[in-house]
């Protein structure tokens, strides 16, 4: 038989029985390579062996991230954190404003991690002797002013998570309005409380008038979320104000600032519970 060109197997093998070119199929050990091929195609031809596919080829594993990515990522990150931008302007501006301060007062000479009561004054902290008899622009200094970075960054933490939720459903102006007001309505509270003196610094009375603002909106349902969604947050929001109570209790921290910014948080969201009542009856 020739076999010597593939087109000269091609047309030997055409001729030849089923049974035969099966067997050299299975029996391919024991024969040339090209004659099994030959064979093996014929059967092809006729549909009765199944094409046979090509292995796939290996995946390649994924390539690290350039250092590029990396760097690109952290810079979306600051970004968010820290340019106002049309949409979100309220959050950064105010995290803005707190961290230039702690700087400002860190280049001075002030300590960056334990800042004396001394110098706490100096830069605007709420002081029972000094807010109530004629500086009460302290109230709203004070809430810029922050006793060390760790102070700053766990107040800052807070703000940012607040921000993300709450000023794309508020509105930048009303954010701030509501952070300012509550944070006045918390140092009002602290020198109410410790009527014997009090030198009191940080944003937490602010951010919890955010968090009553929010937790307000949850319960009306001002912010449109599916049952789930809201449960979920309202669990948050519940654990967040909680927690901060709880440690304000243990440890050296004003709980008297943090429950007169929430309920002025929630009395700000007043009119919009009032709307949302009259809808529903």
Not at 10 to 25: G, N, V
Request: a neutral charge.
């Amino acid at each position: 038989m020739d076999l010597s060109t593939p087109e000269a197997a091609a047309a030997h093998f055409a001729q030849r029985p089923d049974a035969e070119l099966l067997y050299l199929a299975r029996a391919g050990s024991g024969y040339p390579p090209a004659v099994v091929a030959a064979a093996v195609a014929e059967l092809q031809r006729r549909q009765l062996l199944p094409e046979v596919a090509a292995p796939p080829s290996p995946t390649p594993p994924p390539a690290e991230a350039p250092a590029e990515t990396w760097l690109q990522t952290l810079g979306q990150l600051a970004r968010g954190l820290f340019w106002p931008t049309r949409q979100y302007w309220a959050v950064p501006l105010l995290i803005d404003l707190n961290l230039l301060v702690w700087l400002a007062m860190t280049l001075s000479g002030v300590s960056a991690t334990a800042p004396t009561g001394h110098e706490l004054v100096r830069w605007g902290s709420n002081v029972s002797s000094l807010t109530l008899h004629g500086q009460p622009w302290r109230l709203v200094t004070s809430l810029f002013v922050h006793g060390g970075i760790t102070h700053l960054l766990l107040n800052m933490a807070s703000l940012w998570l607040l921000g993300l939720l709450l000023e794309a459903r508020t509105g930048g102006g009303r954010l701030l309005a509501a952070y300012l007001a509550s944070g006045v309505g918390g140092c009002l509270a602290t020198l109410w409380y410790h009527a014997g003196g009090i030198n009191s610094t940080g944003a937490s009375g602010a951010i919890f008038g955010l968090y009553g603002l929010m937790l307000a909106l949850l319960l009306s349902r001002q912010i449109v979320l599916d049952k789930y969604d809201r449960r979920a947050m309202l669990g948050l929001v519940g654990y967040l104000i909680l927690s901060n109570l709880l440690s304000g209790i243990t440890g050296n921290i004003d709980n008297s600032a943090h429950l007169g910014g929430l309920a002025v948080g929630l009395l700000l969201a007043g009119p919009a519970v009032m709307a949302s009542l009259r809808r529903a009856a």
